[in-house]
């Protein structure tokens, strides 16, 4: 006879980014991983091949404090690529490390973690202001992941 498990609750997780300063996050959303299919033929029928593995993007919304502005990201990615010098540092400099735990209903323990390497944020959204709206201001933040590491 099977089990019945409870689901795991979306709401019950953490964001490290391994290196910087804490910060907290609305939402995040782990990366798709894709694997190429290569086709070559074999007699009169195609066949299909695993090529290689693309990673998709962590997306993180973070709340905008007004009350303590925040420019973490901003400057992590003037590291990068900086337009007023022309140029930007070597990925060993800003590429980091991240890991988003799933917690128990503790909050405390953790049930599983995803740990991602090579992390680095390409695009940063621009703040969405509106007079007639309480919606709290969120900021996205989308990072290039070069792999999921195994710890």
Same mark, same amino acid.
């Given at each position: 006879? +099977? *089990?019945?498990?409870?689901? &795991?609750?979306?709401?019950?997780?953490?964001?490290?980014?391994?290196?910087?300063?804490?910060?907290?996050? *609305?939402?995040?959303?782990?990366?798709?991983?894709?694997?190429?299919?290569? %086709? &070559?033929?074999?007699?009169? &029928?195609? !066949?299909?091949?695993?090529?290689?593995? =693309?990673?998709?993007?962590? =997306?993180?919304? @973070? !709340?905008? /404090? +007004? /009350?303590?502005?925040? @420019?973490?990201?901003?400057?992590?990615?003037? !590291?990068?690529?900086?337009?007023?010098?022309?140029?930007?540092?070597?990925?060993?400099?800003?590429? =980091?490390?991240? *890991?988003?735990?799933?917690?128990?209903?503790?909050?405390? /323990?953790?049930?599983?973690?995803?740990?991602?390497?090579? #992390?680095?944020?390409?695009?940063?959204?621009?703040?969405?202001?509106? @007079?007639?709206? /309480?919606?709290?201001?969120?900021?996205?933040? %989308?990072? *290039?992941?070069? %792999?999921?590491? =195994? #710890?």
């Amino acid at each position: 006879m +099977a *089990q019945v498990v409870n689901p &795991h609750k979306k709401f019950l997780w953490s964001i490290t980014l391994f290196g910087m300063n804490p910060f907290t996050a *609305q939402k995040v959303t782990l990366p798709d991983r894709d694997i190429d299919a290569i %086709e &070559h033929g074999e007699g009169n &029928h195609v !066949i299909k091949t695993a090529g290689m593995v =693309k990673l998709g993007t962590l =997306k993180v919304d @973070r !709340i905008f /404090s +007004a /009350s303590a502005p925040n @420019r973490l990201f901003w400057d992590w990615i003037n !590291i990068i690529q900086n337009e007023i010098v022309g140029g930007g540092a070597i990925p060993d400099i800003y590429k =980091k490390t991240a *890991q988003v735990q799933f917690l128990s209903t503790d909050g405390i /323990s953790i049930k599983n973690s995803y740990t991602f390497g090579g #992390l680095w944020p390409s695009k940063i959204n621009g703040i969405e202001l509106d @007079r007639v709206s /309480s919606d709290n201001t969120v900021e996205t933040i %989308e990072f *290039q992941v070069d %792999e999921e590491l =195994k #710890l």
